[in-house]
């Protein structure tokens, strides 16, 4: 899927499916109940964003990786279903498809418990902090609360941020077993996205150990210039890491020791509120 949050993250899914092979060739999994005309449909359906609010045949191809003839198809049998509309060249979502998020917020506890909490967080700190699960290469926001100083991010529930380059990423990459954690870093493409971004493979596994030794990760302008973020691991009772907690900072408000002294208490706090209330999701 390849929601959006950053302007790389419809960009990042092309870069992804085209690395593999093309749709129509794609090994299908051992169980033959493994139906592959939904799968190409979930893909073109997930490429809507806000880089890319309406999308050509030709454009759905490119960022799904499918062929021409296969994204026609999955676009015709989407808008046939109502969750597309088109205009006879661009295909743009529908409000059905909401449905499929509300599926989701609506039946797994996470979201529901960290709202309030995240809602509390923003207004003590009067920042912006987020709810994010690891899902491919990427963190996909699950819970936000926006402070009234919004970042140009423009992050929702639904957004994408790069793993690699991002603390919710680097928390969440931590909390997977040593080996699983390098060899996702590096087969993920890893851009650089602002002049400060680590992204040599070794570079960001030693960042994501340094989190693993200190119980969080920063990024000081890395996924986007001007902005600070922190984020600390979400544990259940098990031990295991099912989320990454976050706030973020503009880098004029604050330089990056002010933040973590002023934002790191209140973050693990939230945490921890959080965390006390989770079953293992």
């Given at each position: 899927?390849?929601?959006?949050?950053?302007?790389?993250?419809?960009?990042?899914?092309?870069?992804?499916?085209?690395?593999?092979?093309?749709?129509?060739?794609?090994p299908?999994?051992?169980?033959k109940?493994?139906?592959?005309?939904?799968?190409?449909?979930?893909?073109?359906?997930?490429?809507f964003?806000?880089?890319h609010?309406?999308?050509?045949?030709?454009?759905?191809?490119?960022?799904t990786?499918?062929?021409?003839?296969?994204a026609?198809?999955?676009?015709?049998?989407?808008q046939?279903?109502?969750?597309?509309?088109?205009?006879?060249?661009?295909?743009?979502?529908?409000?059905?498809?909401?449905?499929?998020?509300?599926?989701?917020?609506?039946?797994?506890?996470?979201?529901q418990?960290?709202?309030?909490?995240?809602?509390?967080?923003?207004?003590?700190?009067?920042?912006?902090?987020?709810?994010?699960?690891?899902?491919?290469?990427?963190?996909?926001?699950?819970?936000?609360?926006?402070?009234?100083?919004?970042?140009?991010?423009?992050?929702?529930?639904?957004?994408?941020?790069?793993a690699?380059?991002?603390?919710?990423?680097?928390?969440?990459?931590?909390?997977?077993?040593?080996?699983?954690?390098?060899?996702?870093?590096?087969?993920?493409?890893?851009?650089?996205?602002?002049?400060?971004?680590?992204?040599?493979?070794?570079?960001?596994?030693?960042?994501?150990?340094?989190?693993?030794?200190?119980?969080?990760?920063?990024?000081?302008?890395?996924?986007?210039?001007?902005?600070?973020?922190?984020?600390?691991?979400?544990?259940?009772?098990?031990?295991?890491?099912?989320?990454?907690?976050?706030?973020?900072?503009?880098?004029?408000r604050?330089?990056?020791?002010?933040?973590?002294?002023?934002?790191?208490?209140p973050?693990?706090?939230?945490?921890?509120?959080?965390?006390?209330?989770?079953?293992?999701?």
């Open positions: 899927m390849c929601g959006a949050g950053l302007p790389q993250a419809s960009e990042n899914c092309a870069m992804r499916k085209n690395a593999t092979t093309p749709d129509d060739t794609l299908a999994p051992a169980d109940s493994f139906v592959a005309s939904l799968h190409k449909g979930l893909e073109v359906l997930a490429c964003g806000r880089e609010s309406r999308l050509t045949l030709s454009e759905a191809a490119r960022l990786g499918t062929s021409p003839a296969s026609r198809r999955a676009l015709l049998t989407l046939a279903l109502g969750y597309l509309d088109s205009d006879g060249r661009r295909w743009r979502v529908t409000p059905r498809v909401l449905l499929l998020a509300h599926a989701y917020l609506a039946s797994r506890p996470t979201p418990l960290a709202q309030p909490l995240l809602d509390a967080l923003s207004e003590r700190t009067r920042e912006s902090a987020s709810l994010g699960q690891l899902l491919d290469d990427d963190v996909v926001i699950i819970a936000r609360s926006t402070a009234r100083r919004s970042l140009s991010t423009g992050l929702g529930i639904g957004s994408r941020l790069p690699y380059a991002s603390a919710i990423g680097r928390v969440l990459l931590a909390g997977l077993p040593p080996a699983e954690a390098a060899r996702r870093v590096r087969a993920m493409p890893r851009a650089a996205l602002t002049p400060r971004t680590v992204h040599r493979s070794d570079d960001v596994l030693a960042l994501v150990q340094r989190c693993r030794e200190q119980g969080w990760a920063g990024n000081d302008g890395e996924l986007e210039a001007g902005v600070r973020s922190m984020a600390v691991p979400v544990r259940d009772r098990d031990g295991h890491t099912v989320a990454g907690l976050s706030i973020s900072v503009r880098a004029e604050m330089g990056f020791e002010e933040f973590r002294a002023n934002m790191l208490p973050l693990l706090r939230a945490r921890d509120s959080l965390a006390a209330r989770l079953v293992r999701d």
